[in-house]
Nanobody, 122 residues
Framework: QVQLVESGGRLVQSGDSLRLSCAPS????????MAWFRQAPGKEREFVAA????????SYADPVKGRFTVSRDNTKNTVYLQMNSLKPEDTAVYYC???????????????WGQGTQVTVSS
């Protein structure tokens, strides 16, 4: 079974930048849409950003607009989440997801990674 593998999460300070990466475990796996979700302690998993195959369409949740940028490198089958001006409220486990259609709903994605912890200290 194909898995998505996230990397890049760590402890940073408020205002810092961080880039997360996500790639499938199988190089032959290709998907139309990749997305990022996050889940903070005691809260539900929430949509962060998504990008279509060509990168021509992106979608962002309101709390991250203007600070986060999702991109992808199809030669590496990898998606990135560049996070700037990080805030303590961005602290969460960040999950990568893959699916067929662009969606802000977790149910719209078939494949998930195990998550990477991002902690932003004040």
């Amino acid at each position: 079974q194909v898995q998505l593998v996230e990397s890049g999460g760590r402890l940073v300070q408020s205002g810092d930048s961080l880039r997360l990466s996500c790639a499938p475990s199988s190089r032959t796996f290709s998907v139309a849409v990749m997305a990022w979700f996050r889940q903070a302690p005691g809260k539900e998993r929430e949509f962060v950003a998504a990008i279509n195959w060509s990168g021509s369409i992106t979608s962002y949740a309101d709390p991250v607009k203007g600070r986060f940028t999702v991109s992808r490198d199809n030669t590496k089958n990898t998606v990135y989440l560049q996070m700037n001006s990080l805030k303590p409220e961005d602290t969460a486990v960040y999950y990568c997801a893959a699916g067929r259609d662009l969606s802000d709903r977790a149910l719209g994605y078939n494949f998930w990674g195990q998550g990477t912890q991002v902690t932003v200290s004040s």
